[in-house]
């Protein structure tokens, strides 16, 4: 079935989003799945940990994307339940299907944006996101519908990036792809990948969102890309390619063999392994 973006009511700030998201984005992501949540893989007890999702509990997942963290949170709340929102109905769609192998009835999904979407007030125990609450288009806005869907003394739990300073696979993948460029990288405190990277801005968002108790936690764990040098290249080019647009001929094959050089002296025993790091956010509905 062909799903139009255009059905979907967002907010526009969040409409580049959306389009991305539900479009060609979403589809890779979807198409590799299993390889992102393995990316993350090192970080998923601590998550895990920090949620404390109880037996009962009702959670909200932001930005689920293909459902691992839903699904995680549904064997959780086993006599509770587990309801994950995103922009990508691909994703969606997988995490459906996943949930239903794994016999998951207390999973649901829903295309969504969280930044706007008429949540039931006081509904929830518990809203979690891994690395998928830095893209809304207003983050004031955004975490302050997610605190009315709570419940009073209600948790959140977020997953996100470091500054870039702290991720040596993307500043290796975007000096590779270079070419000699000077590429810019995703900026900081905008929707994106570092927009919640300052723990002096987020200690800040939060309690204007109606939040108390902000705590952030650094962690740091390697980040897997793939089994060898060469699925791994593969595997970052379809996430990363349009990096190479403007180079000619020779420029393209010197970046992608630069990448792949990269990748083969970070391959270790486990596959190719990259320093990263997130911030545990943490904080209670005040």
Aim: with cysteine; hydrophobic share 40%; charged share 25%.
């Amino acid at each position: 079935m062909t799903h139009d973006p255009a059905d979907v009511r967002v907010d526009p700030s969040n409409a580049d989003q959306l389009r991305s998201w539900d479009g060609d984005g979403g589809a890779y992501w979807t198409e590799h799945a299993t390889r992102y949540d393995e990316g993350v893989a090192a970080y998923r007890p601590r998550f895990s940990d920090a949620a404390a999702i109880g037996p009962a509990d009702a959670v909200l997942d932001v930005g689920c994307g293909a459902g691992q963290t839903t699904r995680d949170a549904a064997r959780a709340a086993s006599g509770g339940s587990a309801l994950g929102v995103d922009l990508s109905s691909r994703m969606l769609d997988l995490a459906r299907r996943l949930a239903e192998q794994d016999g998951l009835s207390n999973a649901t999904f829903r295309q969504a944006d969280a930044q706007t979407h008429p949540f039931a007030p006081d509904s929830f125990d518990v809203a979690i996101s891994r690395t998928g609450a830095m893209f809304f288009g207003d983050p004031a806005a955004a975490f302050a519908n997610i605190s009315r869907a709570l419940r009073p003394d209600g948790r959140l739990v977020l997953m996100t990036w470091q500054p870039l300073a702290h991720q040596e696979w993307l500043h290796s993948f975007f000096t590779a792809l270079s070419a000699g460029r000077d590429l810019a990288p995703p900026p900081s405190g905008v929707p994106g990948p570092f927009a919640l990277d300052d723990p002096d801005h987020v200690r800040a968002l939060l309690p204007r969102a109606g939040f108390t108790d902000v705590r952030l936690t650094g962690v740091n764990e390697p980040m897997y890309v793939g089994p060898d040098a060469e699925d791994a290249t593969r595997f970052i080019l379809g996430q990363l390619g349009g990096l190479l647009d403007g180079l000619d001929d020779a420029g393209r094959a010197r970046a992608v063999d630069d990448l792949r050089r990269v990748m083969a002296d970070h391959l270790t025993d486990r596959g190719v392994l990259f320093d990263s790091a997130i911030w545990l956010i943490e904080a209670r509905r005040g």
